[in-house]
């Protein structure tokens, strides 16, 4: 027991370092490179650390429940410039965020960008990967498509084929060019996997009816070619590929999805660590735990958290309860389930309001069951989303800054 609380409090310190470091990282400018180098270690500890994630939870990494909690990752989520940049700064800091997942437009804005340097606040810049309005409509060849035919699209959802090598190429330089010029403390990947709605998908849909993805000719080839997999001729239409796929391959076809998009996150971490080495990557995760939908975290949107989590330091499940018509407890086995395969530790983002029509009401009492079951061990932290409806809800800010600062002065044992 004694081994394991150590190892928790070291993480812990690691968790603060990564959120505190931001001082060290933009006071480097003016240096020769080699203290650049020597800074960089210094600002970011692992970098310097021979013992990878994996092997920190092989040797038996547990939050605990009595780790200090002064050094709690929070952070928020916001896309777009919104008022008074120093208003809302302000207001950051009063509520108690230390980490900003931002857009790259807002990350790209110098007042902003400023501020965070000056409030010392880390950086992590939202970078949504095979979501993509923009190369869609330039290229409508390059949708994902259903095991019904059709071009992987729901609302306002819609996929990438996650397999074309080209476009990969393409996302993996332009997110490298972003960071190399943005200097983020991190990066956030989003859409990081295979199509689906998720945020429509509650507790009483069937996993039959969620759309399984990709069966384009190039996947089918690739599928194919990769695994030794021969499809008869009579499969040829996305339709019939999937017939005979789910009914005969079923695990090799999972298997294969899986490392379609864990191959795409080993490329982006190695890339844009060579642009900023110590870069901290964070993963958006469905929330989806291993059992729910017949394995639809990896049969559907193929997100294998055992491998993923190798790669990068966080893994971010998006617990939105409101929209999902889901319990705060719901919250707190979400980041459970995650945490009992993961290598990295988990934290969960979590809805501030209700934002679909169809949402489930989440006036202040139920926020706060939400928000302490998400900090609950063994979380990592929290992440709001978003601050645009943050902003439209006073009673939400009143709760976060109260059990902040009850969670941060402790002892919560
Ligand atoms: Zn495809």
New binding site residues.
């Given amino acids: 027991m004694h081994f394991s609380f150590g190892v928790a409090l070291r993480t812990r310190r690691d968790l603060g370092r990564s959120s505190g470091r931001k001082a060290g990282a933009s006071g480097l400018r003016a240096v020769p490179p080699v203290l650049i180098a020597a800074g960089v270690l210094a600002a970011f500890p692992r970098l310097a650390d021979p013992e990878p994630p994996g092997e920190r939870r092989a040797a038996g990494f547990r939050p605990s429940v009595h780790a200090p909690k002064q050094d709690l990752l929070v952070g928020i989520k916001i896309y777009e410039r919104a008022g008074e940049m120093p208003r809302v700064f302000a207001e950051f800091e009063d509520l108690g965020f230390n980490t900003l997942f931002v857009s790259e437009a807002l990350a790209s804005d110098p007042e902003f960008r400023g501020l965070a340097r000056e409030k010392k606040m880390a950086v992590f810049v939202i970078q949504p990967v095979f979501y993509d309005p923009e190369e869609l409509k330039k290229d409508p060849d390059l949708h ?2 259903t095991d019904a035919g059709a071009p992987a699209r729901e609302d306002w959802v819609a996929f990438a ?4 090598d080209e476009y990969r190429r393409r996302r993996v330089e332009s997110i490298a060019s972003a960071v190399a010029r943005l200097e983020p403390e991190g990066v956030s990947l989003d859409f990081i996997r295979f199509f689906a709605y998720w945020e429509m998908i509650r507790p009483d849909r069937s996993s039959a009816s969620i759309p399984n ?8 080839e690739r599928f194919s070619r990769e695994t030794g997999v021969r499809l008869p001729a009579a499969s040829r239409t996305p339709q019939a590929a999937a017939r005979w796929i789910e009914a005969r391959h079923l695990e090799k076809w999972t298997d294969w999805k899986c490392r379609v998009i864990s191959s795409m996150v080993e490329d982006l971490v190695r890339r844009t660590r060579q642009v900023r080495p110590g870069l901290r990557v964070n993963l958006h995760a469905v929330p989806w735990r291993a059992d729910d939908f017949g394995g639809a975290i990896r049969r559907i949107v193929a997100q294998d958290f055992a491998v993923l989590s190798k790669l990068t330091d966080y893994i971010s499940p998006m617990c939105y309860s409101a929209m999902l018509h889901r319990s705060p407890a719901w919250i707190a086995s979400v980041v459970k389930d995650l945490e009992a395969r993961a290598a990295c530790p988990i934290l969960p983002s979590i809805q501030v309001k209700a934002h679909y029509p169809s949402d489930t009401p989440l006036d202040a009492a139920a926020f706060e069951a939400c928000l302490r079951a998400a900090l609950a061990p063994p979380s990592a932290g929290v992440v709001f989303w978003s601050w645009d409806l943050l902003e439209k809800a006073p009673e939400a800010k009143r709760v976060i800054k109260r059990c902040l600062r009850a969670e941060r002065s402790g002892p919560d044992v």
Avoid: I
Wanted: with cysteine.
């Fill in positions: 994902a498509v084929c996650p397999s074309r993805t990709c069966f384009c000719t190039r996947c089918l």
